[in-house]
Nanobody
């Protein structure tokens, strides 16, 4: 099981980014994919997740701004991030597990992180 996160970068407050998580060696129908983030000096926190049957969960801090979705044909999960704020600055990780939860212990496989920096 491999996950490859990409799409991070530097963006101004109010801007948008779309993160991608490309998965291989398994199909999205059987796994939940979660997005997590970790800011310097802070614990890793759940941002959003998508189950194999398309149910979703999102942290209160990102509701209305972030949207998780998937392209089954490309075996890729996306995190569309709009109206970004400086407090969204973190390394973002995607992970795969059996259940759509916003806790790290629900996930068995992790990709490398991608840096998102929101700054003017």
């Amino acid at each position: 099981v491999q996950l490859q996160a990409s799409g991070g970068g530097l963006v101004q407050p109010g801007g948008s980014l779309r993160l991608s998580c490309a998965v291989s060696e398994f199909t999205l129908d059987y796994y939940a994919i979660g997005w997590f983030r970790q800011a310097p000096g802070k614990e890793r926190e759940g941002v959003s997740c998508l189950s194999g049957i398309d149910s979703t969960r999102s942290a209160d801090s990102v509701k209305g701004r972030f949207t998780i979705s998937r392209d089954t044909a490309k075996n890729t999960v996306y995190l569309q991030m709009n109206n970004l704020k400086p407090e969204d600055t973190a390394v973002y990780y995607c992970a795969a597990g059996r259940l759509c939860r916003l806790s790290t212990d629900a996930y068995h496989y992790w990709g490398q992180g991608t840096q998102v920096t929101v700054s003017s």
